[in-house]
């Protein structure tokens, strides 16, 4: 697959599944974490889709096209791996949609993000919050739900957080 079909592929899959998280928060009470603003296409397409939602975007060095900047309330900047960790007492059980886009071609820094989401996310999410994420977390409270059918499988990752013990999202990885 050519460079330009699987960054088609990545964008068309991210819409799609920001739309599907959108409709399952709606009418649920939260606030939505998105990190990674980079160029600000996911931030405007979820302001877009929730208006009056209060989104805080999580950046280290932000630099968005200017229709695209949360304004400063919003705009937590430092990298993730701080200010995360301080976000928990303000916002703990209050996250009801958080969308990781931290990615880059660094595979290794990308796992490691990874497990560091993984150990960190737990206390912010609301009962039944929505993740959405790429690369996969290791969530075992939650249970990975199913991409919409235009999206590639392992294309994005999609999760539904409960607050009791579910079936690691690992087993039901391995069902579809
Ligand atoms: N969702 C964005 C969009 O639609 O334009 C693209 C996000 S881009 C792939 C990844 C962003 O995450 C970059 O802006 C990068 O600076 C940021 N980032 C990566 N690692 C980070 C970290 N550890 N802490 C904070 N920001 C980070």
Known sequence: MSRLDSFINRVIAQRECLNAACAEIAGREGVVFELGLGNGRTFDHLRERLPGREIFVFERSPAAHPKSMPDEAHLIIGDVTKTL???????????????????????????????????????????????????????????????????????????????????????IQESF
């Open 85 to 171: 960790p301080a976000a928990v007492e303000r916002f703990a059980g209050r996250v009801v949609l958080l969308h990781s886009d931290l990615g880059s071609a660094d595979l290794e820094e990308n796992a490691r993000l990874a497990r560091f989401l993984s150990g960190t996310i737990p206390p912010l999410l609301a009962e039944g919050a929505i993740v959405l994420c790429d690369p996969a977390l290791d969530l075992p409270r939650a249970e990975r739900l199913q991409l919409p059918p235009t999206v590639q499988k392992d294309r994005y990752y999609m999760y539904r957080w409960k607050m009791r013990a579910a079936q690691p999202a690992s087993a």
